[in-house]
T-cell receptor
């Protein structure tokens, strides 16, 4: 079985500062990894995903994430955040060839960007 | 470019009442899902439909039923609502359910009193 741990429930940061949102996972098989963003009163939107290949993946809105197999981590980073990045961010894992119904979501990290 | 459309956006029910949440996608996706979101718990899968004509239970199916009406539509029914079903419900779809990720609807905020 898989599990996902988002290590911080809330991350406050000042505008234009860098940010890292941490995600660790546990799985006995290889997995696909995803980050989603949820703005207030909206559904989740896919930010980026790692399927295979290069361990550094770039997504929308200037976000990127690095897959580290030895540390079973998939941390999300942005070099300079904006007020508009204030949202909740979810890490998710899916084992391949399972139709998506074994996708596990983390509990979420609330990012607060302060002026 | 509608994506995934959910109705209603808000609903208040009394304990024991029934209702159906509607979901439709216009992206020709094969797989559709219903999730509930509760504070601090992330998203939990209620039911899913891997393809038209099939439905299966997810992690938390008790108290719910679903219908995959056609390839576009996937509805969620609460037969006898309970306060424990107070939550935000999201419908999602995926082309294959593999590495393409999900497209989510904007959610239904349900309160059961």
């Amino acid at each position: 079985a898989q599990s996902v741990t988002q290590l911080d429930s809330q991350v406050p940061v000042f505008e234009e500062a860098p940010v890292e949102l941490r995600c660790n996972y546990s799985s006995s098989v290889s997995v696909y990894l995803f980050w989603y963003v949820q703005y207030p009163n909206q559904g989740l939107q896919l930010l980026l995903k790692y399927l295979s290949g290069s361990t550094l993946v770039k997504g929308i809105n200037g976000f990127e994430a690095e897959f580290n197999k030895s540390q079973t981590s998939f941390h999300l980073r942005k070099p300079s955040v904006h007020i508009s990045d204030t949202a909740e961010y979810f890490c998710a894992v899916t084992p391949p060839n399972t139709g998506g119904f074994k996708t596990i979501f983390g509990a979420g990290t609330r990012l607060f960007v302060k002026a | 470019n509608a994506g995934v459309t959910q109705t209603p956006k808000f609903q208040v029910l009394k304990t024991g009442q029934s209702m159906t949440l509607q979901c439709a996608q216009d992206m020709n996706h094969n797989s559709m899902y219903w999730y509930r979101q509760d504070p601090g718990m992330g998203l939990r899968l209620i039911y899913y439909s891997a393809s038209e004509g099939t439905t299966d239970k997810g992690e938390v199916p008790n108290g719910y039923n679903v219908s995959r009406l056609n390839k576009r539509e996937f509805s969620l029914r609460l037969e006898s609502a309970a306060p424990s079903q107070t939550s935000v419900y999201f419908c999602a779809s995926s082309l294959t359910g593999q590495g393409d990720g999900y497209t989510f609807g904007s959610g239904t905020r349900l309160t059961v009193v």
